[in-house]
């Protein structure tokens, strides 16, 4: 049976051009609303007033503290075999550099996965590390932070980011979580054309280049959340968290990465609070900021709201959202949700993908390592398509309005509306939490704590 809450929901949402409109208007009024940047509280304070037009209650920025950074020129220079400048930018969270700059020979690391690390590990000492962004064959993704955790660990001075992709695009990229600290070494990105260029000169020899950077780092600078929600009935203590970061790297206006997530999430709240009353759980939205930074804003949501945190039955990211025409659930834990939301889809009539998935850089993690049942919910792209083209447009200059298809945002925001219909009105257990020793142990096993105490992302027990 399909209810008239369902159908009126659906409707609204499919009757509407809102999410885009809002897309629309976020990059075009705001930027790429990168945290520090100009256009990023005044997006905040939109997207606020835009959930209050809504319908939403207790909306509010909730602000919270990280370690800043400004982009400054950056400048790579080849100095043997000849002479030439390089076309570069910094990645986020880049250190600036002495100014004479600092110079070493290139060693060349390929796609930079941690076995190839180990195997060139005394080979690394003293010199930049260049690697791609390559994913593996299989589709699975090594992070960014976690080939620059390695390149720190063993001894490098500088770290050059090759786009694996082609067409002249510099990937961008956090260095370290900036609830923490910046880098500790420069950090730069080139494109595919000039780094195979580079690869190919260590083929024929020795490289050596020097690295300019003049960033700035700015501790304890402030951002915010949107936080904003529809009271439910006679399980409101009881709270469905969904969220997904609004904020896009500095260098575009993160259209895709994550403007799509951020007005999916809006979407759905406003087909939904046209009908507050008719949801036994809270569903709390929150719009989070500096996310593109080491997962900050959620991390720190997470920390100052450790109070709260037993009462959320779950969190659902929506980091993707919308990207793409099929649509994936991918379960983090516990199992037991995997099986929930295959039935979910069945109840729903939609033939949906539940995958299982471990992967720390977006904001479900924080969550995630407290226990709480954590999902999100995703553009789905083929383990082939991500073998090849890893980001795609995201993390470059061209994470634009035009890559975003209209229709694929109002499809994700009537799965995430449709299902939170159901979810904030289960009347059972959604799904277990996992005692957070239990997680601990696991992500020993599985070989993940390591990756993050490479990335200097480890802290079971504080964030700072
Ligand atoms: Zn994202």
């Known amino acids: 049976m399909v209810s008239e809450l369902e159908k009126t929901v659906l409707g609204e949402i499919w009757s509407s051009n809102e999410a885009y409109e809002t897309l629309i208007h976020l990059c075009d009024e705001f930027g790429s609303r990168f945290a520090g940047t100009e256009g990023e509280k005044p997006s905040a304070e939109y997207i606020a007033s835009k959930l209050r037009e809504y319908g939403l209650e207790n909306v509010a920025l909730d602000d919270f503290k990280y370690v800043g950074w400004k982009r400054g020129e950056a400048k790579l220079e080849l100095?043997?075999?000849?002479?030439?400048?390089?076309?570069?930018?910094?990645?986020?969270?880049?250190?600036?550099?002495?100014?004479?700059?600092?110079?070493?020979?290139?060693?060349?690391?390929?796609?930079?996965?941690?076995?190839?690390?180990?195997?060139?590990?005394?080979?690394?000492?003293?010199?930049?590390?260049?690697?791609?962004?390559?994913?593996?064959p299989s589709g699975a993704m090594v992070h960014r932070r976690t080939k620059y955790g390695y390149a720190v660990k063993y001894g490098a001075v500088g770290f050059i980011f090759v786009n694996h992709n082609p067409g002249q695009l510099m990937p961008t990229g956090s260095l370290r979580p900036a609830y923490r600290m910046a880098g500790e070494i420069p950090g730069i990105g080139v494109s595919w054309e000039t780094g195979s260029n580079l690869i190919r000169m260590l083929d024929k020899g020795l490289a050596s280049v020097r690295i300019t950077t003049s960033d700035i780092v700015t501790p304890d600078t402030e951002s915010w959340n949107v936080v904003g929600e529809i009271p439910g009935t006679d399980l409101k203590d009881r709270v469905i968290l969904v969220g997904a970061h609004f904020e896009g790297h500095d260098i575009a206006v993160g259209a895709l990465d994550d403007g799509s997530g951020a007005v999916v999430i809006m979407e759905a709240a406003r087909a939904l609070a046209k009908h507050q009353g008719e949801f036994r759980r809270t569903i709390r939205f929150v719009c989070f900021s500096a996310e593109e930074i080491g997962v900050t804003g959620s991390t720190c949501y997470a920390a100052k709201h450790s109070d709260e945190l037993d009462r959320i039955d779950l969190m659902i990211n929506c980091d993707g959202a919308g990207r793409a025409t099929d649509h994936v659930y991918r379960v983090y834990g516990p199992d037991s949700l995997a099986g929930y939301l295959q039935d979910l889809a069945g109840r729903m009539h939609y033939n949906m993908r539940v995958g299982r998935a471990m992967a720390a850089s977006s904001d479900h993690w924080p969550f995630y390592m407290q226990g709480i049942p954590a999902v999100s919910l995703s553009g789905y792209r083929s383990p082939a398509e991500v073998a090849r083209v890893g980001r795609g447009w995201t993390h470059t200059s061209a994470d634009t309005i035009d890559k975003v298809v209209p229709k694929n945002l109002k499809d994700a925001a009537m799965v995430l509306a449709h299902s939170l219909i159901h979810l904030a009105n289960e009347p059972g257990t959604i799904a277990e939490r996992t005692p957070v020793e239990e997680i601990v142990r696991r992500l020993e096993e599985s070989g993940m704590a390591d990756t993050l105490r490479v990335q200097l992302k480890w802290h079971p027990d504080s964030i700072r």
């Open 79 to 136: 100095l043997e075999p000849r002479n030439v400048e390089i076309y570069t930018q910094s990645l986020a969270l880049c250190p600036p550099t002495p100014t004479e700059g600092i110079e070493g020979d290139v060693v060349y690391l390929g796609p930079g996965f941690p076995e190839l690390f180990e195997a060139k590990k005394d080979e690394i000492h003293g010199k930049i590390v260049l690697c791609t962004s390559q994913p593996r």
